[in-house]
Each structure stands twice: as C-alpha cells, then as structure tokens.
C-alpha cells in the first residue's frame, strides 16, 4: 500500500564508483511502482561506459536528415 501511495520507494543503485561493476558498466539502477493495490512494476535499468558516444551518434543520424 504505501508503494501505491508513494509513502515508500524501494530502489537500489550500484555505480562504478562504489561497486565492483564490469568495467563496460557505468551503472544498475533497479526500482519499482505500484499500478494498484495488488499490482507492481520492477524496472532495471543499466549504463554502459559508452552512453554519451551513443547520444551523439543518434543526434548526428537524426540531424543528417534534415
């Protein structure tokens, strides 16, 4: 219930900084939600070192069509 009611959050977050991650990682995120009482979402998500090189491409592909 308190999910539901945003009263709690469980999340964890483990970053290359303070966490033996594989050296293609820059981190995990794993979180979740309540879409109702009786019904939960669990996202994960992850970073690789390469991410910003990636945001750059897909705005380069999406200008060259201009």
């Given at each position: ?44 998500n992850y ?20």
């Open positions: 219930m308190g999910l539901y009611q945003k009263e709690r959050y469980l999340t964890s977050i483990w970053d290359k900084e303070n966490n033996n991650l594989p050296n293609h990682l820059n981190y995990i995120a794993l979180d979740t939600h309540a879409r109702t009482t009786g019904e939960g979402v669990v996202t994960l970073e690789f070192i390469n991410t910003d090189k990636c945001y750059e491409e897909e705005d380069a592909a999406d200008t060259d069509n201009l």
